[in-house]
């Protein structure tokens, strides 16, 4: 199927585990982004990625690792969960400076 | 930062009236773009207006930009229950590459 994935949709973890959230997109866009979506602060991004192999921090990378083998696959990893990561965490595509496609969403909880 | 930033906050009209949202923002852009989340579901993108642009309608949504003024507007036009959402703007700066930067939104709610 066309489009952007996200999975989990719903993750459980306890503090101090490591989780990782996948992101999928069938375009080939050349962007990738996680944002982090909390009551109070909007959409924030993490990092982002230009293409394959290149990523860099977004406005709140601090806790969180990624990493793009590939061009459609860019993973979120939480090396060691604490109670302020819990959220809901959105990834987009895009080609260059055009709008943004956003997958469902992984709604995350650390207990 | 907050590059943008919606008002209002919240906003309640009646099925068939218009909605009208506005977005400021404090750099220099590319682009503007508005954005609709349902609850509990991902962003989807509405319009994308760029900076040389004053107007742009996409059915029932008329978008507008004022460089001088670092400020858009969203209008919907005769809203139905199924626009109640929340709309965000999002702005590409000069300098940011392909990263936006949202504001936090209105709420639209509409009644039937």
């Known amino acids: 199927d066309a489009g952007i994935t996200q999975s989990p949709r719903y993750k459980i973890t306890e503090t101090g585990r490591q989780v990782t959230l996948m992101c999928h997109q069938t375009w080939s866009h050349s962007y990738m982004f996680w944002y982090r979506q909390d009551l109070g602060h909007g959409l924030r991004l993490i990092y982002y990625?230009?293409?394959?192999?290149?990523?860099d921090k977004g406005e709140v990378p601090d806790g969180y690792v990624v990493s793009r083998s590939k061009t459609e696959n860019f993973p979120l990893t939480l090396e060691s969960a604490t109670r302020s990561q819990t959220s809901v965490y959105f990834c987009a595509s895009s080609e260059i400076r055009a709008e943004q496609y956003f997958g469902p969403g992984t709604r995350l909880t650390v207990t | 930062s907050q590059q943008g930033e919606e008002d209002p906050q919240a906003l309640s009209i009646q099925e068939g009236e218009n909605a009208t949202m506005n977005c400021s923002y404090k750099t220099s852009i590319n682009n503007l773009q508005w954005y609709r989340q349902n609850s509990g579901r991902g962003l989807v993108h509405l319009i994308l207006i760029r900076s040389n642009e004053r107007e742009k309608h996409s059915g029932r949504l008329r978008v507008t930009l004022d460089t001088s003024k670092k400020s858009s507007s969203l209008l919907i036009t005769a809203s139905r229950a199924a626009d109640t959402a929340s709309y965000f703007c999002a702005t590409l700066r000069e300098t940011s590459g392909s990263r936006l930067t949202f504001g936090e939104g209105t709420q639209l709610t509409v009644n039937p």
């Open positions: 990625s230009a293409a394959a192999d290149i990523t």
